[in-house]
């Protein structure tokens, strides 16, 4: 009986010998690079994850997709990654549930409205659909939002970007995971790589912990465990790490259906469509690997949500979480190959903003892979800016209010 099927959505493997590529991560951005690869015809690759496939930052995010980003080089790269997104559902046989909403950053001082309108011009020279808008239009989208001139920061002006939206992101993991392995990609989850082998200049071989076994290309996908891993290769990362955190509320009416931001305030929200809120807020201050959450977050969180939403006073709280986010200098990702380790490729970086780069990062670091040749998209993030001077400075708008 159909009904009674509880087909495994990937095949338990054996560890083999060799793999052309193995990948290091089992998020999102692992899983993408292994499917994109697959799709071209490599097929004899192994996607390593130390516990269950998506268990970190690719399961602790807050599933917010956008490309509203401010430098050139960022709205290109996030609004092919949308228009992936766009088509994923169809493209992996798999509803993801993304949902485009719209996004609204608000700006609640004069110096917010110019940072907004030069993020608008910016996306609308690189085509994408952004503006900025005033109280009117901002209360008819968001009625329930408090626009009051006596609220503590009143609301000004608001950055409007109507493809923006929010993603059903185990979904994602999941409908990658299974394509990834019915091409015949080795998804290998409780398999955690402690030892990066090196021979004449180039990655050999991963230690794991359930052996070892030779590798043409090693892919370092592992989010805020990207410095520990590249660590293994003998390379040290421009990259510090930071919790973020994140909770979630009882579910409501649906009252919602955009995805809110205020840096002034430090937390954006959105509501699922189980009618959840998702709320969150900066990184935290300090660097730690630390995952778990903490009362000053919940209390501070809570109340600027009801500076914006002071109707949400009763509302419970179901959990909340962390995750632990890679960040870098400019607030952009590094991709690409490690100069003088052949066969080493960097997929880390991804600071608060990863998940919604999954599907445009794996399409393009398989290209690279697979033709030895840089995708024009992923070329301004490769590590050599940091040494010679051409930063992607993405701090103004790669997330909330750092
Ligand atoms: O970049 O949109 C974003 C984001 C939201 C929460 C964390 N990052």
């Known amino acids: 009986m159909w009904w009674m099927r509880h087909d495994r959505m990937w095949k338990t493997r054996e560890l083999k010998d060799r793999y052309d590529v193995v990948i290091i991560g089992g998020g999102v ?35 917010i997709i956008r490309s509203n980003y401010r430098t050139p080089e960022g709205v290109t790269f996030y609004d092919e990654s949308v228009k992936l997104y766009e088509s994923l559902s169809i493209d992996l046989g798999y509803n993801v549930f993304f949902s485009q909403i719209g996004h ?27 503006r900025v808008i005033g109280p009117a239009e901002i209360t ?38 299974r394509e990834a392995d019915k091409l015949g990609v080795s998804v290998l989850p409780f398999t955690e790589a402690i030892g990066i082998g090196r021979n004449n200049g ?4 991963v230690q794991t912990t359930r052996g070892e076994i030779k590798a043409g290309t090693v892919v370092n996908a592992t989010a805020g465990f990207c410095s520990t891993v590249a660590k293994l290769a003998g390379i040290e990362l ?29 937390v954006y929200i959105s509501q699922t469509d189980r009618g959840e809120l998702v709320i969150g807020s900066e990184i935290d201050p300090y660097t730690s690997y630390s995952s778990r959450s903490t009362l000053p977050f919940l209390e501070s969180s809570a ?17 909340q979480w962390a995750g632990i986010c890679d960040m870098t200098p400019d607030y952009s990702p590094i991709m690409g190959e490690v100069p003088g380790i052949k066969g080493f490729i960097l997929d880390v970086g991804w600071g608060t903003y990863g998940f919604k ?18 995708p024009s998209v992923i070329e301004p993030f490769s590590i050599t800016r940091f040494w010679e001077d051409r930063l992607v400075g993405e701090k103004a708008a790669a997330a909330v209010s750092h």
């Open 29 to 63: 951005h692992g899983l993408a690079i292994a499917y994109y690869l697959a799709k071209q015809g490599v097929t004899n690759v192994a996607v390593l994850e130390k516990g269950y496939l998506g268990g970190g930052a690719s399961g602790r995010n807050t599933a």
């Open 104 to 130: 609204l950053t608000t700006a609640h001082t004069e110096s917010a409205i110019t940072g907004l309108r030069v993020r608008a011009e910016v996306n609308k020279l690189m085509g994408v659909d952004s």
């Open 202 to 205: 180039s990655v050999s071989s």
């Open 357 to 374: 780069a999954g599907p445009v990062a794996g399409k393009r670091i398989a290209e690279l892979i697979a033709t030895g040749k840089t």
């Open 238 to 266: 421009p990259v510090t790490t930071h919790p973020l955190q994140a909770f979630v509320t009882e579910p409501l009416t649906p009252f919602l259906n955009c995805v809110i931001v205020s840096s002034t305030l430090h």
């Open 303 to 319: 109340a600027h949500t009801l500076e914006l939403f002071p109707s949400l006073r009763h509302v419970k709280v179901l959990r």
């Open 140 to 177: 008819e989208l968001v009625p329930s939002m408090d626009l009051s001139p006596h609220a503590r920061y009143p609301i000004l002006a608001a950055l409007y970007h109507p493809p923006g939206g929010i993603i059903r992101h185990d979904a994602v993991v999941w409908a990658y995971a």
